[in-house]
């Protein structure tokens, strides 16, 4: 698999957006022809500093923070100087827009067998003049990032970008999480769960992703934690409460919920993930089967015995 960070990034600089990101999707799938390549989820809008442009739309600078610091020093540190020029060209900032991209690659029949790509896509408007004269700047901060900006009508500039930012192997991530945490991640459990319940069956990375957090602690020290994300698009009903309710009713319950979800056991991760089921149904269903109801499959039987026992969530 030829699917290096480098042939990622160097893709990315080559094309062009399309609307559904199609062409990019296939591009990694023929880096990864052996692998089932898809787009797993769409992150929300973000937005970002950009850089400087003329009226006229020329380009001036990429990054808004660069160019500031340069010509504060070209100006020989007098920020009136570097204001006039401003005003006189009369400058506009610019902002970065975009969402992240998660594409998903199986590597295997695990949970944890897949590779998580996570591509921006931007595109950068007009945002403010750069020197507002009705509050001028007070300093270099004020014009990178002032509390009054003068606003004008938003313009696109150019074409919408793509930007590689992160590959990561969840099997190898995982791995590096019991150098970073002295007991067991919840997201390591909840994967082993997966793995030794009856809803292997199902491709884990179809409904949910492991999506990486990694950064550095006040004191210098690197932090590296995980979430789990649901990514299904069907919109799942609440599981009611169950607490009253036993027997085939209740394992009539469940099965519509895991039918709906579109694999066995499902009740039992949205109610760890915290999401759509409570933690009161699980109490509920081992009461059942500790007693006169056995509908539980044994392997899923066993996860939620060690589930009462240990509970955890997300």
Partial sequence: MSLSGQHIASLCKKLIPDENDEILLNKIQELAPDAPVRLARTGDKWYRIGGVVDRDGTR?????????????IESGQNLQTLIDYAIEEQFIATRQVGHTLYYVIETGTRAEDFILLEIDKTHEVSDRMLINEEALPEDIEDIIDPLEPASIQSSNFGHSR??????????????????????????????????????SEHVFCKDWVVRPYQHTGRYGEQIVTAEIINIQGKQLPHLEDLVNKSGDNLNNLLNRFDRQAGYPFAWFFYMVKGKLVSPHNAEAVYKDIT???????????????DWISSPYNL
């Fill in 60 to 72: 001036i600078a990429n990054d808004v923070i660069e160019w500031a610091e340069r010509t504060f």
């Fill in 162 to 199: 793509y930007h590689y930012r992160r590959k990561t192997d969840i099997t190898l991530f995982l791995e590096t999480l019991n150098l970073h945490h002295k007991e067991e991640h919840p997201v390591q459990r909840f994967i082993e769960d997966w793995n030794r319940s009856n809803a």
């Fill in 291 to 305: 007693g006169d109801f056995a509908y539980l499959p044994k392997r899923d039987e066993a996860v939620l015995r």
